[in-house]
T-cell receptor, first 115, second 113 residues
Framework: DTAVSQTPKYLVTQMGNDKSIKCEQNLGHDTMYWYKQDSKKFLKIMFS???????INETVPNRFSPKSPDKAHLNLHINSLELGDSAVYFC??????????????FGSGTRLTVV | AQKVTQAQTEISVVEKEDVTLDCVYETRDTTYYLFWYKQPPSGELVFLIRRNSFDEQNEISGRYSWNFQKSTSSFNFTITASQVVDSAVYFC??????????FGTGTRLQVFP
């Protein structure tokens, strides 16, 4: 059973298009994240949600909008795609109890290529 | 500021050699968590270990071992008797206040037969 699943795995699209990446976790975790990995393999957080509430928004362009319909899902919508948006996007989830972090589980990533 | 430094960009070894990947972190928090992740060529991020700031015991798991030293703010990772399947990018990461993960820039390990 996949713990954190992302779809699609690959996404090729033209500049200016709008696209979405979906993420679902079946771990019962309260917090979900989107990370971006650029061409140099650098991983950086974009957003985090805790129980459907936005917690972190790390200076990401307004063209990126996360949506969390419930705590098991965190989707990423990207409007007016640009060449620089090409990257691998990872969804992750974590469970924290009483201030103790129990680790993060990552999805397999979505490779977005903007042409 | 919180920061993770992996000074080794790329390491190449021959199979059966031991290799140590360095990780140095910066944080003002007294409670924090350190992680190592492996990213094989297939691209997924594989969790290897989590260590909290109050547990400085070294850990060994098969051919993998970790050396956590608060005095030098380091959390180094050693692979003993490396194998070709160990070839991957390895990331050290820091988490504080049960918040986001801050990743180092990664170390690419190539193990040649």
């Amino acid at each position: 059973d996949t713990a954190v699943s992302q779809t699609p795995k690959y996404l090729v699209t033209q500049m200016g298009n709008d696209k979405s990446i979906k993420c679902e976790q079946n771990l019962g975790h309260d917090t979900m994240y989107w990370y971006k990995q650029d061409s140099k393999k650098f991983l950086k957080i974009m957003f985090s949600y805790n129980n459907k509430e936005l917690i972190i928004n790390e200076t990401v362009p307004n063209r990126f909008s996360p949506k969390s319909p419930d705590k098991a899902h965190l989707n990423l919508h990207i409007n007016s795609l640009e060449l620089g948006d090409s990257a691998v996007y990872f969804c992750a989830s974590s469970q924290d109890l009483e201030g103790i972090s129990y680790g993060y589980t990552f999805g397999s990533g979505t490779r977005l290529t903007v042409v | 500021a919180q920061k993770v430094t992996q000074a080794q960009t790329e390491i190449s070894v021959v199979e059966k050699e031991d290799v140590t990947l360095d990780c140095v972190y910066e944080t003002r928090d007294t409670t924090y968590y350190l992680f190592w992740y492996k990213q094989p060529p297939s691209g997924e991020l594989v969790f290897l270990i989590r260590r909290n700031s109050f547990d400085e015991q070294n850990e060994i798991s098969g051919r993998y071992s970790w050396n956590f030293q608060k005095s030098t703010s380091s959390f180094n990772f050693t692979i003993t008797a490396s194998q070709v399947v160990d070839s991957a990018v390895y990331f050290c990461a820091l988490s504080y206040n049960t918040d986001k993960l801050i990743f180092g820039t990664g170390t690419r390990l190539q193990v040649f037969p």
